[in-house]
C-alpha cells in the first residue's frame, strides 16, 4: 500500500504538485486520501466540496485551517476545512497535533494520509502504522545512484558464478556450495532490484532513465531462482517446495544471507562439516530454459522422461523423438542447443 501512496505522490503527479506548493507558500496540510463513511464520521465543520482535483485548488484550500479529503485516486477534492476527530485511544508515537491526527487517522481509516509541517518543511506519508517521509529528488536520486552502483558489481559478480555453474553442471562437478553461491548472488541481486524500485516509485518521472538503467541490468535474470530451486531440491534432506524454498530465502537476514551455509540451510541442504562439498545434480529445467522457443510444457516432460541433466546430454535424436511433444524438428533443437551451451559454458570456463 505504501508503494501505490508513493506512486500517487511522485514527481510528475498534480498531487505532487500541488504538495511542493503548499511548501513553497509555506503553509501546512492535513490531507487524506480517502472518503467513506469513517471518514465523514470523523470529520465536524469544514463544507462539502466534491469537485475536481487540481494542484491550485488544493494549494488554496491548505490555506484554511483544517483538514482537506480527497478522494482515493486523488482526482476528486470531496472536503475542506474540515476538523478531523480520530480515536484518541489509537496509540501515536507523534508529538505534533497535525502529525498525531495523521497517524491516528490512517490507523482508524486505512488510508493514507500526508501532512505538510509549515515548520519542518517536510512532507510525511501515513500508512496503516508506517511513517514514510518523502525527500527531494536529489537526495532520492543520489541514494538510488549508490544502489545502482553497487547492483552492477552484484551483477557482474552474478554472471561469473552463473556461468561457472553451467560449466560444472556440463561437466557434473556441482557440489551444494556452488549451489548455494549462485542462489546468494541472486537474492542479493533481488534485494537491490526492488530497493532501487522504491526509489524510482518516489521519484516519479524523475527517474526514468535509471528505470532503464534497472531493467538492462536485470531484465535478463528472469525466473532464475526457481529454475534453479526446481533443479536441486530434489537433492535436499527436507523435500521443500519451490514456494517453500524462495519464502526461506527471502526471511533471510542481511547478515546470514553474507553466510552460504545459512543459505543452503534455507534451501534444506544439510550444511554442517563437509556437507557443502557435497556433490549434487541438476535436473535439467535452467539448461533447458535457454533454449529458444522450447515451451515449459515439453521442459518438463523432458526432464520427466530423463531424470537428469546428464541424461539429456547423452540423449540422442531417437531418444528425445520418443518424447510426447517432441517431433524431429524440436528434437533437433535440443541436441542442438545442449550442445551449443555445453560448449559455450566450458570455453567461458576454461579460455
Given at each position: 500500500?505504501?508503494?501505490?501512496?508513493?506512486?500517487?505522490?511522485?514527481?510528475?503527479?498534480?498531487?505532487?504538485?500541488?504538495?511542493?506548493?503548499?511548501?513553497?507558500?509555506?503553509?501546512?496540510a492535513?490531507?487524506?486520501?480517502?472518503?467513506?463513511?469513517?471518514?465523514?464520521?470523523?470529520?465536524?465543520?469544514?463544507f462539502?466540496?466534491?469537485?475536481?482535483?487540481?494542484?491550485?485548488?488544493?494549494?488554496?484550500?491548505?490555506?484554511?485551517?483544517?483538514?482537506?479529503?480527497?478522494?482515493?485516486?486523488?482526482?476528486?477534492?470531496?472536503?475542506?476545512?474540515?476538523?478531523?476527530?480520530?480515536?484518541?485511544?489509537?496509540?501515536?508515537r507523534?508529538?505534533?497535533?497535525?502529525h498525531?491526527?495523521?497517524?491516528?487517522?490512517?490507523?482508524?481509516?486505512?488510508?493514507p494520509?500526508?501532512?505538510?509541517?509549515?515548520?519542518?518543511?517536510?512532507?510525511?506519508l501515513?500508512?496503516?502504522?508506517?511513517?514514510?517521509?518523502?525527500?527531494?529528488?536529489?537526495?532520492?536520486?543520489?541514494?538510488?545512484?549508490?544502489?545502482?552502483?553497487?547492483?552492477?558489481?552484484?551483477?557482474?559478480?552474478?554472471?561469473?558464478?552463473?556461468?561457472?555453474?553451467?560449466?560444472?553442471?556440463?561437466?557434473?562437478?556441482?557440489?551444494?556450495?556452488?549451489?548455494a553461491?549462485v542462489?546468494?548472488?541472486?537474492?542479493?541481486?533481488?534485494?537491490?532490484s526492488?530497493?532501487?524500485?522504491?526509489?524510482?516509485?518516489?521519484?516519479?518521472?524523475?527517474?526514468?532513465?535509471?528505470?532503464?538503467?534497472?531493467?538492462e541490468?536485470?531484465?535478463?535474470?528472469?525466473?532464475?531462482?526457481?529454475?534453479?530451486?526446481?533443479?536441486y531440491?530434489?537433492?535436499?534432506?527436507?523435500?521443500?517446495?519451490?514456494?517453500?524454498?524462495?519464502?526461506?530465502?527471502?526471511?533471510?537476514?542481511?547478515?546470514?544471507?553474507?553466510?552460504?551455509?545459512?543459505?543452503?540451510?534455507?534451501?534444506?541442504?544439510?550444511?554442517?562439516?563437509?556437507?557443502?562439498?557435497?556433490?549434487?545434480?541438476?535436473?535439467?529445467?535452467?539448461l533447458?530454459?535457454?533454449?529458444?522457443?522450447?515451451?515449459?510444457?515439453?521442459?518438463?516432460?523432458?526432464?520427466?522422461?530423463?531424470?537428469?541433466?546428464?541424461?539429456?546430454?547423452?540423449?540422442?535424436?531417437?531418444?528425445?523423438?520418443?518424447?510426447d511433444?517432441?517431433?524431429?524438428?524440436?528434437?533437433?533443437?535440443?541436441?542442438?542447443?545442449?550442445?551449443?551451451?555445453?560448449?559455450?559454458?566450458?570455453l567461458?570456463r576454461?579460455?
Open positions: 500500500m505504501l508503494s501505490d501512496t508513493l506512486a500517487v505522490v511522485a514527481p510528475g503527479t498534480e498531487l505532487r504538485d500541488a504538495l511542493e506548493r503548499i511548501l513553497r507558500g509555506r503553509t501546512g492535513l490531507i487524506v486520501l480517502g472518503h467513506n463513511s469513517v471518514v465523514e464520521q470523523m470529520s465536524t465543520g469544514g462539502p466540496l466534491d469537485i475536481e482535483f487540481s494542484a491550485t485548488r488544493v494549494r488554496e484550500l491548505a490555506k484554511m485551517d483544517g483538514a482537506i479529503v480527497l478522494d482515493r485516486d486523488a482526482t476528486r477534492i470531496m472536503r475542506a476545512a474540515t476538523q478531523l476527530l480520530p480515536d484518541s485511544q489509537i496509540e501515536t507523534e508529538s505534533g497535533t497535525r498525531r491526527t495523521a497517524e491516528r487517522v490512517a490507523k482508524q481509516t486505512d488510508f494520509v500526508i501532512s505538510v509541517s509549515q515548520s519542518m518543511r517536510t512532507i510525511a501515513y500508512v496503516g502504522g508506517l511513517r514514510h517521509v518523502l525527500e527531494g529528488s536529489n537526495a532520492v536520486l543520489s541514494r538510488a545512484n549508490q544502489a545502482l552502483q553497487t547492483l552492477e558489481r552484484y551483477n557482474a559478480r552474478l554472471r561469473e558464478v552463473t556461468s561457472t555453474l553451467s560449466a560444472l553442471e556440463i561437466e557434473d562437478l556441482v557440489t551444494v556450495r556452488d549451489v553461491n542462489v546468494q548472488r541472486l537474492e542479493m541481486v533481488s534485494r537491490i526492488t530497493e532501487i524500485e522504491q526509489y524510482l516509485l518516489e521519484l516519479g518521472t524523475d527517474g526514468r532513465l535509471m528505470a532503464l538503467q534497472l531493467e541490468l536485470v531484465g535478463g535474470l528472469g525466473n532464475n531462482r526457481e529454475l534453479i530451486l526446481r533443479d531440491l530434489h537433492s535436499t534432506r527436507e523435500g521443500l517446495s519451490v514456494t517453500e524454498a524462495l519464502q526461506r530465502i527471502s526471511a533471510l537476514s542481511s547478515t546470514d544471507l553474507l553466510d552460504q551455509s545459512a543459505g543452503a540451510r534455507a534451501m534444506g541442504f544439510a550444511a554442517q562439516g563437509d556437507a557443502m562439498e557435497a556433490h549434487v545434480s541438476p535436473l535439467g529445467y535452467r533447458l530454459s535457454r533454449i529458444p522457443r522450447l515451451p515449459g510444457a515439453i521442459i518438463d516432460r523432458l526432464v520427466d522422461q530423463f531424470g537428469s541433466l546428464q541424461e539429456l546430454l547423452g540423449a540422442g535424436y531417437e531418444d528425445l523423438i520418443g518424447v511433444g517432441v517431433g524431429e524438428a524440436r528434437a533437433r533443437s535440443v541436441r542442438e542447443g545442449l550442445s551449443r551451451i555445453a560448449e559455450s559454458s566450458i567461458e576454461y579460455v
